[in-house]
């Protein structure tokens, strides 16, 4: 079977809260250079992020990211645990999640496209004809 998608589903700790949230991270071929996490808000809705799988990646050793989505394997008193950490102009929010899960799903998606060679799955005329077509 051949996939061109990764979805992986884990429970996460959400601002140190004691009650774990329902996570899912999505890797698409299509969005060689994106990962996307959602977490699961009350009555079954998902919030989503989009961001950077190279972000992903180095957030599993040293912290990574300066915007609105941050990576890093040192907030957390458990070295099995990383932190993202997402802020909006709504609010902010931490998470903790395994980094064995994460590692896991970077294993995945690396399988599928390798980390620098995301241009070779990347559309570029796809994506400027669906901008201008707006």
């Known amino acids: 079977m051949h996939t061109d998608a990764i979805h ?3 429970f996460v700790l959400l601002n140190n809260s004691s009650t774990p949230v329902l ?3 999505s890797f698409h071929v299509a969005e060689p250079y994106a990962v996307t996490v959602a977490f ?3 009555r079954g809705r998902w919030v989503e992020w ?3 799988r190279e972000l992903l990646a180095a957030g599993l050793t040293d912290p990574a ?3 609105d989505v941050r990576v890093r394997p040192d907030l957390s008193e458990d070295e099995a645990m990383l932190t993202l950490e997402i802020e909006s102009p709504d609010g902010y929010a931490s998470f903790e999640l ?3 899960d994460v590692e896991s799903f970077l294993g995945s998606t ?3 496209v390798q980390l620098g060679s995301e241009s070779e799955y990347f559309d570029v005329e796809a994506l400027i004809e ?3 077509n707006v």
């Open 110 to 112: 690396f399988e599928l």
């Open 98 to 100: 395994e980094r064995e």
């Open 40 to 42: 699961r808000t009350e």
């Open 50 to 52: 989009t961001f950077a």
């Open 23 to 25: 996570s899912r991270l």
């Open 130 to 132: 669906e901008i201008s």
């Open 8 to 10: 992986q589903s884990q």
């Open 65 to 67: 990211g300066l915007g």
